[in-house]
């Protein structure tokens, strides 16, 4: 019973976790457009304020990686543990950098697969790459899987642990109500948006209809 609680309390900390990080993803897309544009923008598919893909993309990551040293290639950096200094740092680097590699792949994967959905099978992009050198199918670019790559490497390196040491704080029964809440509201603005889309063409928007661009 122990485990099952101990599973079940970390599943929360994920899902509270995919919520925060998403909403702080549509914050930062829309003060980094409202600082492009001078507007704002309404960003994503939800009406909601929040881009799950940030989300989906940091709780993705941490599953198949996990942080850069305590996970998939934490034998690897224990190895470096008696090293001399200089091959230490050298090594630990190389470690770093094929960890940011590795990252790289589920966003953007998620990204062409999302990408492709909306833009192709909806008629309806949410982002549009086509103005980069380097894209695909206007889903994907390599500016963007390099940011993401640093992004994550970065904030599985800093941010992950105080963060979910943060959830794994908030009382439980306070952790379950807020998750269970925040996932009905977000399955059925995902239902509203979605009829919305196929009736009327384009996603229901807080903003007035705007093209997205990324």
């Not at 959905?117 to 894209?135: E, V």
Request: aromatic share 14%.
């Amino acid at each position: 019973m122990k485990a099952i609680s101990a599973r079940m309390e970390s599943a929360y900390n994920l899902a509270l976790l995919f919520y925060l990080l998403s909403f702080f993803g549509w914050c930062g897309e829309t003060i980094f457009f409202l600082n492009m544009w001078g507007r704002i923008l309404d960003r994503g598919f939800l009406t909601l304020p929040l881009c799950t893909i940030y989300g989906s993309t940091v709780i993705l990551t941490y599953v198949l990686f996990g942080t850069p040293q305590d996970g998939r290639l934490r034998s690897l950096f224990q190895r470096t543990a008696d090293l001399p200094a200089e091959r230490r740092v050298c090594l630990k680097i190389l470690l770093y950098l094929l960890y940011f590699l590795l990252v790289m792949i589920p966003p953007t994967a998620l990204e062409l697969f999302v990408g492709v959905i909306f833009s192709r099978g909806l008629n309806n992009p949410l982002w549009d790459y086509g103005y980069h050198t380097f894209q695909l199918c206007g889903s994907i670019c390599v500016s963007q899987t390099l940011l993401w790559g640093l992004l994550l490497t970065v904030g599985m390196s800093l941010l992950w642990k105080p963060l979910y040491t943060l959830a794994d704080r908030v009382p439980t029964r306070v952790k379950q109500k807020v998750v269970r809440i925040l996932t009905v509201l977000v399955v059925l603005d995902f239902i509203v948006n979605f009829i919305f889309l196929l009736t009327h063409g384009h996603a229901l928007h807080l903003y007035g209809i705007e093209k997205n661009v990324f």
